[in-house]
């Protein structure tokens, strides 16, 4: 299965075109593509933008390091954003065919080569962190190079993941991580009062009480006072309510914003919203724009608008008068589906005030449920190549004899196993659905209550089809240990 990560990789040289070149350069390898670089000479730092297969784009993030600690001196760095490292934050982000936790494997693969390769001690953050402390950047940073300089040695809490107690001469230490997709949004004011744009960024910030998912800080660029923000889930705070938040407290200093700037890219999705938003339109749904129902329409998908057209084409072959896909397929479906309930449920209350004391069990459960859906999301095609490969082992059978009772079992075996894989994950998703009614909005009750169904449903279903493969099976010993497995599965 192919996959696809991006790496979006910051340098603390925002001024000096031939070195960043030089960098960019360094990380051009098979299998590994350049979306976009943005240079800031205020900030003195340069954000570069990289997709690529998982294995390609981890070593490409490694040479970015090595040539940026070759070129750029912290000892002589001087900008308007806070850095550590020359190589200043290195996070990987599932796009394709990979999860947060494959993600969270190579920030620690990279870290590990990092300080091998060239003796930059590194630090993991967001969702890589081995501690709740460095899940946040600026715990990890603060201070900066210099501060991490003067206690990386004597302060056990300043000690990197990799490597020694001790910063690297000139590239300072790097920080590795996996988080989901980041946007780097700023918003200028009409002002050179860079006092009121840190006011405002402490007011909308999540650290010192504001929105949750909002990181700010405000700094002087190109004369005007600039609030600086990442959003790390733009789903949950999205950008045109972070924008309307600035606007209000600005306004209560007399003073308005008079552009915004996005560094490195932005998802569709999130531009989507914005217009929704401040378009008031009525019924908006993706679907309305003329680029997303042509692009349904040529990749084959049923044009018919809104959340129907992502679930129509299945529904119709599930509809088709062939074998394939059958029960087992639409059992896994519905244990898919019945993980996206409990996982937004569970995303929904993570972070809000009332439910922070549960942060722990819900992050557990949010990682735990991601690995369940592509498992499920998987089956769903898993189980209709197992029922094709037993038809196959039939028609085989019937030219080879001798091996015809072998050749089908194994099939049997193979279609066995994938039902009843969906059944014990449906099952493990019906009891953290039930857990979840405790610790998240009671107001979400019915999404939880839709998702302990959908679970049953699954159950039942490719337990189903278990029992149907049971039946035929020769291999007795193997259909008892089934069985066994079987009865631990239960509601």
Sequence with gaps: MSTLVECVPNFSEGRDKAKVDAIVDAMKMDGVYLLDREMDSDHNRCVITLVGEREAIQEAAIRGVGKAAELIDLCAHQGAHPRMGAADVVPFIPIDGVTIEDCVAMARHVGAEIWKRYQIPVYLYEAAAATPERQNLENIRRGQFEGIREEIATNAARRPDFGEPRVHPTAGATVVGARKFLIAYNVFLNTPDVEIAKKIAKAVRFSSGGMRFVKGAGFLVRGMAQVSMNLTDF???????????????????????????????????????????????????????????LAAVMSGKVAVGGLRAGVEPFIEQLAAPTATPGGGSAAAAAGAMAVGLATMVASMSRGKKAYLQYEAQLSAAIARLGTLREELKAAVDADAESYDAVMKAYKLAKTDLAGGDALIDAALKLATGVPLGVAEKAHEVDQISESLFAVTNPNMKSDLTTARALAGAAITGALANVEINLASLKDQVFAAEVRKRVGSIGR
């Design 235 to 293: 789903e949950q705070t999205p950008v045109h309510r972070v924008f309307e938040v600035v606007k209000r407290e600005a306004a209560r200093y007399g003073v308005v914003p008079v552009s915004s700037e996005i560094v490195g890219l932005i998802p569709k999705k999130a531009l989507e919203a914005a217009a929704e938003w401040f378009l008031q339109v009525e019924n908006f749904d993706s679907s309305l724009i003329l680029e997303n129902r």
